[in-house]
C-alpha cells in the first residue's frame, strides 16, 4: 500500500512545479506540501514501528505536522527529492517482514498521549 501511494505521489509530483505549489485556499497546502507530510508519515510510522517491535509500550512525541511543514519548509522543496525520499520511506516501511502477531501474546501496546494508543497491527493499517 505504501508503495503504491509513493508511486502515485511520484506522478503527481513530476508536475508542472508552480501548479505543485499552489495552494487552493490559504488554509490548505499544495500538492507538494501534501506529498512532503506524506513523506514524513511514511518515516514517522516506520519509526514508530520499529519502537513498539523493540520496546515494551514505547511512548512516542506528539508530532505537529503543521510545524513540520513550517520547519522543513514543505513549499520550497524540490518535488524530485521529495518523491524519491517518499518511495525510499516507502519502501522503508514495506520492505520488512511482517511482524508475529501471535496467538498467545498481544501486540506492543504504545501511545503518544494519555488518550492515543497504537498497536503493531493498527500502526501497520494505517501505512
Not at 73 to 78: I, K, L, P, T
Not at 94 to 112: C, H, K, Q, V
Request: charged share 25%; hydrophobic share 35%; with cysteine.
Amino acid at each position: 500500500m505504501t508503495r503504491a501511494a509513493a508511486a502515485e505521489w511520484a506522478d503527481i509530483l513530476a508536475g508542472e512545479q508552480a501548479t505543485l505549489r499552489q495552494r487552493p485556499r490559504p488554509d490548505r497546502w499544495s500538492a507538494l506540501e501534501y506529498a512532503c507530510h506524506v513523506r514524513d508519515v511514511f518515516a514517522l510510522y516506520d519509526q514508530r514501528l520499529e519502537l513498539m517491535l523493540t520496546k515494551d509500550g514505547p511512548r512516542y512525541a506528539n508530532w505537529n505536522q503543521d510545524e513540520t511543514a513550517i520547519e522543513k519548509r514543505y513549499g520550497e522543496s524540490d518535488p524530485v527529492d521529495v518523491a524519491a525520499e517518499l518511495a525510499a520511506n516507502a519502501d522503508r516501511g514495506a520492505g520488512g517482514t511482517e511482524p508475529d502477531f501471535g496467538a498467545t501474546a498481544p501486540p506492543s501496546l504504545s501511545s503518544r498521549s494519555p488518550a492515543t494508543s497504537f498497536t503493531i497491527r493498527s500502526t501497520i493499517s494505517m501505512t
